[in-house]
């Protein structure tokens, strides 16, 4: 499967599985890695989520560990950052220039709690900046979800609703009174595949977390790409657009914290290209 199918299936069904990526030989010293680094700064996670959550505001899941920008704690996984079936689907939708938004880690622990419906930014009207509902029929983001552990059913691959990239709501948005946010649908299905496979969608499609029911944590890099002329400065902690929008209103958002110089000056040059737009000095 290449690039062009790959972008075909995303435009067809808002999402595809694409395995190998990261090779088999290597996975488990990344994972390790990665895992160790959302260890090491869970606390100070937690208190930035427990801040919003302060606020009123539903964020994060129960049982889940997050370290948002995992990149300025390590590189290891930055190599595979531009395969051809993933930068390349990206490109092959959105053209030249193609840009990295979100470097994430996940942790997700057995009994974790169940996740509402959503789709990611900028469609997620929980964010204080969104794309207001009805959304034009256009994939703005693609979201992917690196599995550093197989993701199975048993250990809560993520839930998905196939298709629903191409309706114009979501339940997060609110006025959807016939969808239950926190139930499940009849048509979900969970994305599965083994270690090293990259789970990519349309941003617009409705997911949610799923239990982990197994007796093993589940590991996982969420990385977002963006076209040129998607605006992330309303997300980007210290510009002026995430002080009007987020800071100002007290609201919720979806937030980058900046790539240190350090951190980006390890990076692969050609990686580089993809997070120059966020470097803090």
Known sequence: MDQFEVAARLKQ???CVVENVIPPGKIDSIREEVVAAQLTHHEEAERELEKTRARGHRIGVIGVGLLKQVVNATQCFTPYLADPRVLGAAEEIFGDF????CTDCVVTHPGNDRGYWHADWPYN??????VKAPYPDVMMHLASIWMLTPFTK????TYILPGSHKFDNNPAAGGMSDIDQDANHPDELQATGPAGSVFLYDSRLWHAVAPNY???SRAALIIRYAPWWLNLTPT???TPDHERMVLETGGKNYDAIPVRREAFEKLPDNIKELYRHWVSE
């Not at 193609?98 to 938004?101: A, D, G, L, T």
């Open 236 to 238: 980007i902690r210290g």
């Open 154 to 157: 048993e250990n809560g691959a």
């Open 13 to 15: 069904d808002g999402y």
């Open 214 to 216: 197994s007796d093993e």
């Open 125 to 130: 009207a929980t964010n204080t900046t969104h």
């Open 98 to 101: 193609v840009r990295i938004s």
